[in-house]
């Protein structure tokens, strides 16, 4: 099983541009559908985009279209979400996970299906 450390995190401008990563321990890390979720204060943690294993399937929450984008490096057992243009409502926690897929093209959307939390990391962007 992986474990996962994301970094990135910080206060930025509304406007400004963020790029999160998350490193995944073990060797089996290209067998995992991965995720970013956040937590904003006094809310549920939602999802926020979603990779599949292979790499060649991605899905967002319509907030963040066009706006964040998801991708991993897979020989280096990490996955990335580039924040640009970003508005005070994306200030929360930010946490990715991973869960273990045996479809390379398969993407999750809910919390239940991921296997694995990073602690996360905070992103505050300013008004």
């Known amino acids: 099983q992986v474990q996962l450390v994301e970094s990135g995190g910080g206060l930025v401008q509304a406007g400004g541009s963020l790029r999160l990563s998350c490193a995944a321990s073990?060797?089996?890390?290209?067998?995992?559908?991965m995720g970013w979720f956040r937590q904003a204060p006094g809310k549920e943690r939602e999802f926020v985009a979603t990779?599949?294993?292979?790499?060649?399937?991605?899905y967002y929450t319509d907030s963040v279209k066009g706006r964040f984008t998801i991708s991993r490096d897979n020989p280096k057992n990490t996955v990335y979400l580039q924040m640009n243009s970003l508005k005070p409502e994306d200030t929360a926690v930010y946490y990715c996970?991973?869960?273990?897929?045996?479809?390379?093209?398969?993407?999750?959307?809910?919390?239940?299906?991921?296997?694995?939390w990073g602690p996360g990391t905070q992103v505050t962007v300013s008004s």
């Open positions: 996970a991973a869960g273990r897929s045996s479809r390379s093209f398969a993407v999750f959307l809910t919390q239940g299906e991921y296997d694995v």
């Open positions: 073990g060797r089996t890390f290209s067998s995992y559908a």
């Open positions: 990779i599949s294993s292979g790499g060649g399937s991605l």
